[in-house]
């Protein structure tokens, strides 16, 4: 399985966020299962984090908001 490069953990993130100012929120759509997302509410960015067995949450994608990129909406 391939991971985000270093593996940043959820709490190393939300840290990053806090750190800098930048206020974040849960981001529902993309939580469930094994996996929970935040967004940065000032740029939209999403971070999503897989929930590995027994782990802490890493790391698994990062996106921008989808008004702001090409892919194509899925149903």
Known sequence: MERFPGQPKYADVIASLDRVGCAWQPYTP???GNQC???ATPSGVTFVFEIPDGEHPILNVV???PHQHECPATP
């Open 37 to 39: 997302a935040i967004e």
């Open 30 to 32: 993309l939580t469930f």
């Open 63 to 65: 996106g921008p908001p």
